[in-house]
């Protein structure tokens, strides 16, 4: 069982769909990473969240610590959103990362 | 955009070769980390420097590979001799700011294509 698990796997959607992508995970940790990467490859960093919830235009993403859980949701899905979306935990007490095997999404017009 | 760096963006190599990836930091960062993208395993980070110093290098799948970091603005990651397992997409990413829990931004990456 992977350390971190995000579903679903593969979500096609229509334009203007809320969309939702999960990643649970089994161990502690200090910080969670969502990321995004493009089909031309380059990652970007989305949100680096530890408790709570945080919002960048029409993106939200959240935590639950005690869940060991978090949630990734788009409103308002464009095109452009189409990616993959890559999960990743900070573990405690350094700074590597595990990832998660990401969620492609598909936005169709 | 934390400015990484990657050249070359593309390389292909012919099994045996030696391969140098390179990496550049325009701005400061305390921690250089270097990862692989293949379809098959995800990313994998292979090993990450603190302050240039190597941290963790456990992720380096053998000897062929070894990474170097002598300044604060540049690291390299060979691969000598090369071999098509090799082939993946090299990412640098730079991080290392406590106050911002240690976020990761991310190189635009090398495609490694060893034949």
């Known amino acids: 069982k992977n350390e971190v698990e995000q579903s679903p796997q593969n979500l096609t959607a229509q334009e203007g769909e809320f969309i939702t992508i999960n990643c649970s995970y089994s161990?502690?940790?200090?910080?969670l990473h969502w990321l995004q990467q493009h089909p031309g490859g380059g990652i970007v960093s989305l949100f680096m969240?530890?408790?709570g919830k945080k919002k960048h235009g029409r993106l939200i993403a959240t935590i639950n610590i005690q869940e060991k859980h978090s949630s990734l949701h788009i409103t308002a899905s464009h095109p452009r959103d189409s990616a993959v979306y890559i999960c990743?935990?900070?573990?405690?007490?350094?700074?590597?990362?595990?990832f998660g095997t990401g969620t492609r999404l598909t936005i169709i017009p | 955009d934390a400015g990484v760096i990657q050249s070359p963006r593309h390389e292909v190599t012919e099994m045996g070769q030696e391969v140098t990836l390179r990496c550049k930091l325009i701005?400061?960062?305390?921690?250089l980390f270097w990862y692989r993208q293949t379809m098959m395993r995800g990313l994998e980070l292979l090993i990450y420097?603190?302050?240039?110093?190597?941290?963790?290098d456990s992720g380096m799948p053998e000897d062929r590979f070894s990474a170097k970091m002598p300044n604060a603005s540049f690291s390299t990651l060979k691969i000598q001799p090369s071999e098509p397992r090799d082939s993946a997409v090299y990412f640098c990413?730079?991080?290392?700011?406590?106050?911002?829990?240690?976020?990761?931004?991310f190189g635009p990456g090398t495609r490694l294509t060893v034949l």
């Open positions: 990743a935990v900070l573990n405690f007490g350094n700074e590597k990362l595990t």
């Open positions: 161990v502690g940790i200090s910080a």
């Open positions: 969240l530890s408790s």
């Open positions: 701005s400061g960062h305390n921690s």
């Open positions: 420097f603190n302050n240039n110093v190597p941290i963790d």
């Open positions: 990413a730079v991080g290392g700011d406590p106050s911002s829990y240690n976020e990761q931004f």
